[in-house]
């Protein structure tokens, strides 16, 4: 006979409706056949009209936990359908178990966490609550004597991120905390994708640039229309495309047209620079969006995130260098399924 684990349970309980105890009686007696056991369900009356399964959870809160010494730190995002249950007590305290037991424990995976003697207990609080709740996403992530690392939760519960950087000693990580906690209020809000530039796919960038340019391209037909100022539209997006060659092409260009205007060439050498980091900055919209090192600091917009961590670091007589990082955002990447209220209560009288 098939063992009977908690995520049977759950999956049957999401399918049906039904009490979670009930779930469990028809699985064990159809020897974990998942559409036996819903037709003896159905035959028994238990199982509701409501489909869980087909419901959408993409609300929801995060949970986060890190050690007093910033050794280790875990994030968890948990969703439910409604924003309602999330802001209930019984929610906040099963989103607080849980981050615990992944913290303690450190299941391989959501399966291994729902798997365990603890996936039963929260299969059991989802039965109280009565909605369609998951445990979507976690991350663990430690720190060595000379590694930085800190968390930040906003205060709405629906963001967590946890960062960690690599230095040069275990004193100079002790000083990097705080600014490790600053970065990690910075992703918070900036929502970076990746750690890099050097993390995007050569056919993701090409696909991105042109993308971009049509977009600004017609943005521009559309000023013009308005006689509103245009938009510069870029030849690039990444530093991953500014290869030497395209940066020797750009200062030379940069220079012939310093030339044209009649500027010394005696005075090139103190212009150029500042045109070339303009060139940089205007072609590399991509990292600015999407790569936490290469993003503008919100605390001193004159230096990327990378730049201020650095400078930081020298500060306080050391190196240091990001590695690592995470970022939960309560229902990103979730499609939210429309409710057509008049539709359905046609169907409904029909």
Known sequence: MAAITAAMVKELRQATDAPMMDCKKVLV???????????????????????????VAAEGLVGLKMADDFSKATVVEINSETDFVAQNDGFKNLVASTVEEIYNNQPADVAALMDSAFGEDFVAQVAKIGEKIE?????????????????????????AVIIKAKCDSEKTAEAMRETMKQVA???????????????????????????????????????????????????YISMVQLTDEVMAKAEADIKAELLAEGKPEKILDKIIPGKVARFVLDNTLLDQEQALLDQQYVLDDKLTVAQAVEKAAKAAGGTAEIVEFVRL????????????FAAEVAAQMG
Do not use: C, W
């Open 29 to 55: 007696e159809a020897e974990g056949d998942m559409e036996k056991a819903k037709e003896l369900l159905k035959e028994r009356g238990i199982a509701k009209a409501a489909k869980k399964a087909d419901r």
């Open 135 to 159: 445990v979507r996403r976690f991350a663990t992530m430690t720190a060595d004597a000379d590694e930085a690392m800190n968390s930040y939760i906003h205060s709405n519960n629906r963001i």
């Open 329 to 340: 955002e309560v229902g990103e990447g979730i499609e939210k399924k429309e409710d057509d």
């Open 185 to 235: 209020m910075h992703a918070s809000a900036m929502k970076p994708t990746t750690l890099s530039y050097k993390d995007f796919d050569a056919e993701y960038v090409e696909s991105e640039t042109k993308g971009r340019i049509e977009a600004l391209k017609k943005e521009n037909e559309e000023l013009s229309r308005l006689g509103k100022p245009l938009k510069n539209v870029p030849q």
